[in-house]
């Protein structure tokens, strides 16, 4: 007997099935991946829409009288500090044309856990959880922007306009503000120092409703200004000598670009408290996203991917993990992973 190992006219059918089955899903995805290419804005307004509606009616069981306005405020605050994340970043990589610098290298994180230890060491635990919320974020915002202001006019004047220096200088600040609030957790007692260690770290499921007024109004106008200055920041991306010889006031553009990341990183950080690696993972996301390297793109974008990560985030760890984790935590993990995924990057090319 002869056994044959020719497959049959069935065999070769459902072959053919699989293999064209196969190559029409091929085709989908890449014809999907390829729409989300051109269309990365589009793309993104519509997750963000629909993770606002997850956020907004997820688990709510019938009691939308109590959820939604609670909800709401939170999803605006969220909103807005990824807005204030994302462009403030973006911004200072076109500053200082690095992709993976972050406005905390000038410190503002520490001298933010600076000041709350300072206020828990003199007011104490009881006293400072009673402080009137407004009083103490516009105490932040105007510390963190004079500290921030100071900084620039000594070190970005216009006999001097080294960014290296002012960033280097910013470093240093930041490790002695760390130093000091190393120097008074030692001094105050333990229960002093819980309230220390949770304000010190980014909360975003206890934003305060009575700060998002001020936060919306400070967003909405340095938007504004940016927004004006997005033709001027294309230019700036090709180096200073460039742009100055193509009519760009380096000067004045530079210290407006660093006043508005001033403002917005105040606020973001009076807001929900200090968050490092997160600018850095959104301008990671939107620079592989983005269809080109042009501010009108890029600034929309950042703003959206921003506001989709903290969103979904929140909305994933409340409504799904049961609060079983923290977002920051996450976030901060996931920037740290891309900041040195960049670095490597970096150093192989």
């Known amino acids: 007997m002869f056994s044959s190992s020719t497959p049959s006219a069935a065999q070769k059918s459902d072959t053919d099935k699989g293999h064209g089955a196969s190559t029409t899903w091929q085709k989908h995805l890449a014809q999907f991946w390829a729409f989300i290419v051109d269309h990365p804005k ?111 006019q000594l070190l970005f004047s216009k006999t001097s306009q080294d960014l290296t220096r002012l960033i280097l200088v910013g470093v240093i600040f930041g490790v002695l503000f760390r130093s000091l609030s190393a120097l008074i957790a030692r001094l105050i007692n333990p229960d002093d120092f819980v309230v220390v260690q949770s304000a010190s770290y980014a909360q975003f499921n206890t934003v305060n409703p009575q700060l998002l007024g001020i936060s919306v109004i400070i967003c909405v106008i340095t938007g504004l200004f940016v927004w004006r200055w997005r033709y001027q920041c294309d230019v700036l991306m090709l180096g200073k000598a460039q742009a100055t010889n193509l009519g760009i006031n380096y000067q004045r553009l530079a210290f407006g670009l660093l006043t508005v990341i001033a403002v917005l990183v105040a606020t ?14 959104v301008c990671a996301l939107t620079n592989r996203l983005a ?59």
């Open 268 to 281: 973001a950080t009076a807001l929900v408290g200090p968050v490092t690696f997160f600018g850095l993972l």
């Open 42 to 152: 589009s793309v993104a307004s519509i997750i963000l829409v629909i993770a606002m509606t997850l956020f907004l009616t997820l688990n709510v069981n019938g009691y939308w009288d109590f959820a939604l306005p609670l909800r709401g405020k939170k999803l605006l605050a969220l909103m807005v500090v990824g807005y204030a994340i994302g462009v403030s970043t973006l911004l200072f990589q076109t500053l200082t044309h690095n992709p993976i610098l972050t406005p905390s290298l000038l410190g503002f994180d520490s001298l933010y856990v600076l000041l709350q230890s300072v206020l828990v060491f003199f007011l104490g635990a009881i006293s400072f959880t009673i402080i009137d919320p407004i009083a103490k974020f516009m105490l932040e915002i105007f510390l963190m922007f004079g500290a921030s202001m100071l900084l620039f």
């Open 291 to 349: 269809r080109n390297m042009y501010h009108s793109e890029r600034l929309i974008l950042v703003s959206l991917v921003a506001m989709i990560c903290l969103v979904l985030g929140q909305t994933i760890f409340e409504q799904i993990l049961g609060m079983a984790g923290v977002l920051s935590v996450v976030i901060e993990l996931a920037g740290g992973l891309v900041f040195l995924l960049l670095i490597f990057m970096t150093k192989h090319r």
